[in-house]
C-alpha cells in the first residue's frame, strides 16, 4: 500500500512486469462509482492501531498496557512508516539492525487515515470496509468514530467508496440487545452514511455483519431479527458468515441457514481455510460450485476474499510463527487470478492493515530490516515494499474490466 512514496519507479516497474500486472497510473485515477458494489475491490481497515496509553484500552499493538514491550507484542508484522507524517509516529522496544527503534503509527492521527486511502487512491482500490466492533460501539473516548470521521473525509477527498462493517465479536443474546443497539448507532451516524463516499447498491446504503453463525453468543434467531430490522431500514445487508455456510443452510441444524436465507449477499470467510498447496481444489471446488453457483440459484450475491498469508504467534502465544505463508507472493497471486476469474460482485482483500494476524497487504518492514530483539513475519527482502498493493491493484483493473 505504498508504491510511489517508497520506490524508485524502475524497480515498481520492474515487479510489476515479472508480476504481469499494469503500474500504477500516473494520471489521477478516476472517483469510484459509490453507486454499486459490482466490480470493485474493497479491502478491511483494522484501524485500530493506536499509541498505548493508561486510558486507551484499544491500541492492538500490544497485548498489554501501557507499551509494547518486548514478549508483550501483539503483532507479527511492523509497517513500513516511510512516508508518515512524523507527528503520528511513535518509538518502539523493538530494535532493528540497524541500531535505531522500529517505529509504530496511532491511527487517530488523521494523517495516518488520510496517508492510508490516498495508497487506496494510487493503486486502484475502490476504498474500505471499516472494521466496527461490537464491543467497542460505545467506546468511552470514542476513539473508532473519529477514526471513521477521517476515513470519510479521506474518502471525499480521494474519491474511494467505504461501508461500515459490523462485527459481532462482543456481542451476546442474553446480555444485551443487539439490533437496537445497531440501529441506534446507525442513527447517530446518520450525517457519515449519507456522505457521497458512502457505498450504495440498488439503491440501498450498504452494511456489512461479520461473524454470523461464527460468533456463537449471538443466536440464529436474533440474527433473524438483526437482519430484518436493518432491511426494513432501508440497508442493502451483507453477512460475513463461516466458509461452510453451505452444508449450514442445507442441513441447518443450528438455524442459521434462515437467516442466510435473509441476507442480500453472503461473504464467506476464507481465512485460514486453504494454503498455498491447496488453494486450487478449493477455488475449483467450493469456492465455484457452492459460493457462487449454490447462491446464485439462492438469489443472493456474493463476494470472494482474497488474503495474503500470514500470523499471529505474538498476540496468541500458541499458534505457530510460519515465515514461508506467503509463499514470495505467489498465495496471494493465485487467489486473485481466483477471484477474478469467478467474476463476484466484488473482492474482499483481508486485510489492508491487519498487522495481529499478519495478513496486512500495506508496506511492511523487510525481512532483513526486522527488529532482532523480537521475532516478526516481513515481506521477502528481493520484493518490492509495495508488491501486494500492486498485486492488488491489478486484480482491481482486471475485475472492473470484467464488469465494464
Known amino acids: 500500500m505504498f508504491t510511489k512514496l517508497f520506490l524508485s519507479s524502475l524497480g515498481v516497474v520492474a515487479l510489476q512486469s515479472s508480476l504481469g500486472l499494469a503500474a500504477p497510473s500516473a494520471q489521477k485515477p478516476q472517483a469510484v462509482d459509490t453507486s454499486t458494489l459490482n466490480g470493485h475491490f474493497f479491502v478491511g481497515y483494522q484501524a485500530w492501531f493506536r499509541k498505548p496509553h493508561e486510558d486507551n484500552g484499544n491500541s492492538h499493538w500490544t497485548t498489554d ?31 532493528k539492525p540497524n541500531g535505531k527503534a522500529a517505529q509504530f503509527y496511532t491511527n487517530d492521527c488523521e494523517g495516518v487515515v488520510d496517508l492510508h486511502f490516498k495508497m487506496m487512491r494510487d493503486y486502484g482500490i ?88 461464527i460468533v456463537s453468543s449471538v443466536t440464529a434467531a436474533d440474527g433473524i431479527a438483526i437482519v430484518t430490522a436493518l432491511k426494513r431500514a432501508g440497508y442493502y445487508v ?33 481465512v485460514g481455510s486453504y494454503n498455498n498447496d491447496n488453494y486450487q481444489g478449493f477455488h475449483d471446488g467450493r469456492q465455484a460450485v457452492e459460493d457462487k ?21 505474538n498476540s496468541n502465544p500458541g499458534s505457530s510463527f510460519d515465515p514461508n505463508s506467503r509463499a514470495h507472493g505467489d498465495f496471494y497471486r493465485k487467489q486473485l487470478a481466483g477471484a477474478v476469474d469467478l467474476k463476484p460482485t466484488f473482492i474482499f482483500g483481508a486485510m489492508f492493515d491487519e498487522n495481529n494476524e499478519g495478513t496486512a497487504i500495506y508496506p511492511i518492514l523487510h525481512t532483513k530490516d526486522l527488529p532482532t530483539n523480537q521475532r516478526f513475519l516481513g515481506i521477502d527482502d528481493d520484493m518490492a515494499a509495495d508488491s501486494y498493493l500492486t498485486m492488488a491493484g491489478g486484480a482491481a483493473a482486471k475485475l472492473a474490466a470484467a464488469w465494464a
Open 126 to 213: 475502490s476504498g474500505a470496509f471499516l472494521q466496527r466492533f461490537y464491543g467497542y460501539i460505545n467506546e468511552a473516548n470514542g476513539g473508532w468514530e473519529k477514526i471513521l470521521r477521517y476515513s470519510k473525509t479521506a474518502a471525499e477527498k480521494y474519491g474511494r467508496g467505504f461501508v461500515i462493517e459490523y462485527d459481532l465479536n462482543g456481542a451476546a443474546t442474553s446480555s444485551t440487545n443487539v439490533t437496537a443497539t445497531y440501529l441506534a448507532d446507525l442513527a447517530a451516524l446518520s450525517d457519515i452514511i449519507a456522505s457521497k463516499a458512502y457505498m450504495r447498491h440498488n439503491g440501498k446504503p450498504v452494511i456489512e455483519i461479520w461473524g454470523m453463525g
Open 238 to 270: 451483507i453477512l460475513g458468515v463461516q466458509q461452510a455456510w453451505h452444508a449450514e443452510l442445507v442441513e441447518d441444524r443450528t438455524g442459521y441457514g434462515a437467516v442466510f436465507k435473509l441476507a442480500d449477499m453472503l461473504q464467506p470467510w476464507t
Open 65 to 95: 498496557l501501557p507499551t509494547p514491550e518486548v514478549g508483550h507484542v501483539g503483532v507479527d508484522t511492523i509497517p513500513d512508516v516511510t512516508g508518515y507524517p512524523k507527528e503520528c509516529l511513535f518509538d518502539t522496544p523493538f530494535i
Open 293 to 313: 453457483n449454490a447462491l446464485r440459484e439462492l438469489g443472493i450475491a456474493s463476494s470472494v476474499v482474497v488474503w495474503p498469508g500470514g500470523s499471529n504467534a
